[in-house]
């Protein structure tokens, strides 16, 4: 390595550049790109990383750094080029996507490990003194035969609490000289309790088969390999798949992510993953946001360091420090939470294609119902796609069943909680001692509080929402707001009229649960949702009563949709499968579709086979019918023509630009300048020759290659762009912020993404008024 003299730098601090430094002769043998280094900025100092090493710089008035912190660069080039793409591709700052590429506890400075004491024993005695210090001090001596026996130090508080002694003893020994005490850096292993039992490879069924030797093959020559798109009806055994991959991986002297949603991140899949490698000492890191600091810190550091070769975790473990990386697997790829919507808005499974393009390792993308944006890509040929059709043992995948809640209306006059048919099944399943898993996305007793006189409902003051009531804690017997947490008594009659007219309407899942309970009052009914699961603990342990069969009916939002592997529950039903359906939002029908699939994946995974009762109001409606059918392939058909007529992902990127201020007229000027400027801005480029797609690659469809220059497709016929007015967000207010909305679609989304970047730069902006960015949006309200 060349000993560079100067440095490149990215600041911590949103500065929206790089900086250059010289490099004092003393530092240059411990620098190099990912290095962490403070520096002086302004008239403080600040925390940075090296971008760059460089020998000579152009710049003016250059320093010298103050200080290289950490031994070894701790961000990989390739680490580095990804985070560059980020900055490109989703229109953010290069620091702010630093800050999920390196996590908090590692950029600081003062990172530590955690440092315990350990004893050993230190001056021999003879055996007089021995004998004195039993007459004299028994409880010291009764120690130092303790300590005297260690085969090695041990921790010393470990060691107090084996033999009940105390601190103090401890102490006068040390002050004696008889006994030895020195700080050691230990590990913070969160899974350092629990048991993993050890489980060897199972016998792969025909599809299995043909699915790992894709994945084996890529692994042999991964540059030429394209990502593989893993679709496998929910119980088809896809982990079975991942985990004989990695261990493909391993052998062939690589490392693996994977990555799987934050929901079904359960110790049960941890225990899978841990109980498969367990031959592997330390082989499984966890990345999770339940760590705590410290051991985040830890396992941060079991990866980068080369002990930990396997990376399971949630969305940000796709910045995972390992080296030679062979294998990235993204679990459930269709979900949406590995979009992060906060800057940078980025979306794990995009970034892991890109990330595995860029370390020429081997992608693989698994789902029971793919992303439009994947499957077409598989259909385009960007991504191999393999199919396995058959549950394992060949389980029949449930019985659905659609009821019509028009015709149930009739029947029970009022909004249908439980259908009649939906009843006869549960009373069915307590019969005969099975599960039952009741499923609503809307948490709460009622979702609204209506006056029936004058029609008001009670809103949210600072969220164009309604508030909900709970009967529950945390906010028992009060209204509460989902979106801000704002809370408000209940009150006796309508503020708004005074009449003594109100109702409760609409119902979430506290109402289920006590509805339930009522009609079944021998059965145990629990909830698992957002309110009933604050502690951590409560999840596992309402996890492990279901599993052992102590609960009859688990009712709960889509934390249950997700993954779990119950064998008894041979019944689930899906208590209103319109909510989803009507939100103004371009996918709200692939979302259901998925939904529907999911859930009713969660029936039959034993040996009696499972039945799924889908109430809705809209029994006709296409997401409906096609799950009912298991029919992806012809939802997939239909779904794609809507999105291409309607010039929607995956046929079109999308860019999202809020502008919000507490100041109503404020944020609407601002977002009526803005989309001024950038209709002009896009006049303007579509006339310029632009510059060619960056090449590195744009993870969602795009015609592979020949894309036509702009200006050819101008004269050629349908606008390249659609860029929408500035108008009121669905969700108007939010937080006491008023929103408003700028939607622009185009295929060239680099090209895009630097034009909305640049007018958003020379735009002036109110200091109240905020301007976000979203590059392929998932979040539409
Ligand atoms: P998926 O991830 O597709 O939902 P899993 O990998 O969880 O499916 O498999 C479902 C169940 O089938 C699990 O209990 C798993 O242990 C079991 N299984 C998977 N593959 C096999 C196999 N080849 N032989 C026997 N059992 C298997
Ligand atoms: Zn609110």
Redesign the pocket.
Known sequence: MTKPSYVRVIIDRAIHRELDYAVPESLRSRIGVGSRVRVPFREKSALATVVGVMEQSEAKGIRPIDAVVGEAPILSEQLLELGRWISTYYCCPIETVMRSVLPQVIRRAEVGWKKQLFVQPGRQPDNEELEKLRKRAPRQAELLEAILRLEAPVRASQLLRQVSLDNQTLRALVKRGLVEMREEAVVRDPHADEQFVATSN????QE?TRALEEITQALDSPEKSRPILLH?V???????IYLQAIRAALNRGCTAIVLVPEISLTPQTVERFKGRFADVQDAVAVLHSHLSEGERHDEWHKIHSGRARIVIGARSAVFAPLKNLGLIVVDEEHETTYKQEEAPRYHARDIAIVRAKIEKCVAVLGSATPSLESYHNAAIGKYRLVTLTQR?DEKQMPLMRVVDLRQERRKQKSATILSEKLRIAIADRLEKREQTILFLNRRGFSTSLLCSSCGEARNCPNCSVALTFHRYPAVAGRLSCHLCGHTAAVPKKCPACGQDALIYAGFGTERVESTVSQIFPKAVVRRMDADSMTRKEAYRETLRNFRTGKIDILVGTQMIAKGL?FPNVTLVGIINADLALHLPDFRAGERTFQLLTQVAGRAGRGETSGEVFVQTYTPFSPSIQFARHHDFAGYFQQELEFRERCGFPPFKHAVLITVRSPHEGRAKLSAQTLQRRLKEALAYSAEAAPEPEAPSGAPTSRKPLGLPSLKAAAKAGPPEFILGDATPAPLEKLQSQFRFHILLRGEAIMHLSRLVRETVDKLPVPEDVIVTVDVDPYQLL
Do not use: A
């Open positions: 199972l016998i792969l069924n299995q496998g929910t119980g088809s055994g896809k982990t079975e394992i592997h």
